[in-house]
């Protein structure tokens, strides 16, 4: 049996992605004692995984130094990787939105967005065909059009609470988000067979929920 | 964008260090012995064509070619494949001479990237085409010339997935309203979104029947579900292209040391939109990207007003190197340096050893910088001077 290298994202995700394995009936390791670790070993089940930024998980999977991946539909959009998208895990759902302050109209000379998400923004403001400038934050996007750097924002919204707490409404939703099964095209036919017996496993869990 | 710097190349250039050069030359002269003794006969076309008509031919996407204009104030690309060019060598000249014909190259090809600074913009393809042959004889030598072409090169561990771009378009019309669905559906299978598929299906508003065919067409294939199961997905006049592919496969059987290498997928889909029957990819361990795919392209050559049957592969050099081990040979590499006054008895001595097929550089030692570093280049260092020592 092939050794399976899953690239995984850190903090909440990996948890709740952890269990549904778990849940799955993989014979894990329960506790995963030292936060700091990158490597993480399943010598049961013959499974690595790499615990990675969750931008970054395409990345190493499109590389094929993982096989799998979990990573949002947020990141996929964002990166074009050239990777499978397998399965929909249903995890993590949230939808990608533009907001900004109420009743406001965008800027007639200077329309500004601010993001984390340039090429989502991009592509959206172009297919309504408006021109508009996208200026790239890390985070607290927030903060732009309340300090007046740009009219609307582009970002994740799950629950709108942190819209709300800073004064901002929601005005357009762009698209809905949850985390990916994303394989390697090459460890997807030279390890396939053990890739669909881990996805049919991890699918039967799914639907026991 | 930032001042050019001295050193730097274009986006996507790449510049091949004498090491990789050799292991290139390696790959080149084995694939040419084994191709040559298949039958094949190696040409070269010009690395620039009219985009009229190489340009739009090409299923290279055009936001990827490489344009410049002309003297004469014509649109040219730098070839963003092979394939191509041969389809128009083959239409207007060699098939008229040779039919069935076989054709093979070696020869590099420009893609322009936008994405990430690393990625090549122009690379070595090695491929063959056969033109002129419908049958699936044809398919069957192109696959297996593939396989076993992959595996004299040394590569260990591979596997050849086959699809069908006429099958695929009958279920995906057979179970929807337009081409319009077609298309979509379609790239969502050749990006291998299965996510995307599914949800698609729901927004295109099609009838229970229609997607229930469509995920059990998926579901099968994700379950490499044997070639037969997939007759049901087809209407009675499309019996006849998995009766092809089960020929094909049947073929394969019979010609590949191990079958194992092979896996059929019906959702396999290429953005090379020429592909109109069998197509398959090369996928090898080490690299993350396929090393080299190919297919029936029978539909290129009605842009060149010929009605022929074509298959072809071809297989990226630079991702073939990433997974081979190093196989050229070290020779050994000999200095001669001499003083002022022996430059006759040292090239007396280098020919000597040149006679007996031995690498030697001559130098002229004071012109030299820094000769320590100089020497560690080489295996062995014959000083030719007063006295005349070895070093």
Sequence with gaps: ???????????????????????????????????????????????????????????????????????????????????????????????????????????????????????????????????????????????????????????????GQTLKENGLVEYEKIVDISSRLIVNPVSYRVKNERIREFVAQLKNGMNKR | ????????????????????????????????????????????????????????????????????????????????????????????????EKNPL?????ANVFRAQQQEGGRPAEFEQLGLELIGDFSAYGDSEIVNTAAELVKALGVESFRITIGHAGILTAILENNTNNQEQVNALRQLLVEKNFVGFEEMLEELQLTEEQKGQLTRMVESSIEASPVQNFRVFLTDEQQVLLDHVETLQKLLDVQLSDPLLISFDFTLASHMSYYTGMLFEIHAAGSGFPIGSGGRYDELFKLFDEEVGATGFGIRVDRLLEVLPDKTVKEKHTLILFEEGFYQKSNELAEERRSKSERVTLQYAASVRDLDVFKQNFDEVIMVSEGGSLT
Aim: aromatic residues 8%.
């Design chain 1, 1 to 159: 049996m092939n050794e399976l290298t899953i690239a995984m994202p850190k903090g909440r995700i990996f948890e709740e992605a952890y269990q549904m394995f778990i849940d799955a009936g993989f014979d894990l390791p329960s506790e995963i004692d030292d936060s700091r670790k990158l490597i993480v070993e399943a010598p049961n089940e013959r499974i690595q995984f790499i615990l990675a930024k969750p931008m970054d998980v395409p990345v190493y999977v499109e590389h094929g130094v993982a096989d799998i991946g979990i990573a949002g539909k947020d990141v996929l959009l964002e990166q074009h990787r050239d990777v499978h998208e397998l399965l929909d895990l249903h995890i993590s759902n949230c939808y990608i939105a533009t907001a900004g302050l109420p009743n406001t109209q965008m800027d007639d000379i200077a329309p500004r967005v601010a993001t984390k998400y340039p090429t989502i923004a991009t592509n959206f403001y172009k297919e309504k065909g408006e021109q508009v400038e996208i200026i790239e934050l890390n985070g607290s996007i927030e903060l732009a059009p309340m300090i007046g750097l740009a009219d609307r924002i582009v970002d994740i919204v799950s629950t």
């Design chain 2, 1 to 96: 964008m930032s001042k050019i710097q001295m050193f730097e190349k274009p986006l996507g250039m790449r510049d091949s260090f004498p090491k990789v050069f050799e292991q290139k030359e390696y790959i080149r002269s084995t694939a040419r012995d084994f191709i040559r003794n298949k039958g094949y006969d190696f040409i070269k076309t010009p690395s620039v064509e009219y985009f009229e008509t190489i340009g739009k031919a090409s299923a290279i996407d055009e936001s990827s070619l490489f344009k410049l204009v002309d003297n004469q104030g014509e649109m040219l690309v730098l070839r963003p494949d092979m394939t191509t060019p041969i389809a128009r060598i083959a239409a207007s000249k060699l098939l008229k």
């Design chain 2, 102 to 106: 076989r054709l093979a190259y070696f």
